[in-house]
């Protein structure tokens, strides 16, 4: 059975920082397109960053480049996205993804989520 089981939300002043985790069970992540993604209250769900499962190319939304990195631990079968300089504006439930097929960082082109984890940036 796929799963993907997150981590690492919670609550944290601006400038801070959290590191999201998301391990992977059922199959094995190094050969899968993963991105995070985000939503905010009244807002779509947006990719934020995503490794490429055709050439392992990284994509960072410009709200999120140079503060955030993402990373898998292929040994750990586990990704993560750490998140530095938080912002009131990153305030959002944050989700890991994964597809064998994607190329992008589109919602629509991911078929595996976890259940979301809630990060909440303090002015």
């Known amino acids: 059975q796929v799963q993907l089981v997150e981590s690492g939300g919670g609550l944290v002043h601006a400038g801070g920082s959290l590191r999201l985790s998301c391990a992977a069970s059922g199959f094995t992540l190094d050969s899968y397109a993963i991105g995070w993604f985000r939503q905010a209250p009244g807002k779509e769900r947006e990719g934020i960053s995503c490794?490429?499962?055709?050439?392992?190319?990284?994509y960072y939304a410009d709200s999120v480049k140079g503060r955030f990195t993402i990373s898998r631990d292929n040994a750990k079968n586990t990704m993560y996205l750490q998140m530095n300089s938080l912002k009131p504006e990153d305030t959002a439930v944050y989700y890991c993804a994964a597809d064998p097929l994607s190329t992008g960082c589109h919602r629509v082109s991911y078929d595996y989520w976890g259940q979301g984890t809630q990060v909440t940036v303090s002015s």
């Open positions: 490794i490429s499962s055709s050439d392992g190319s990284i």
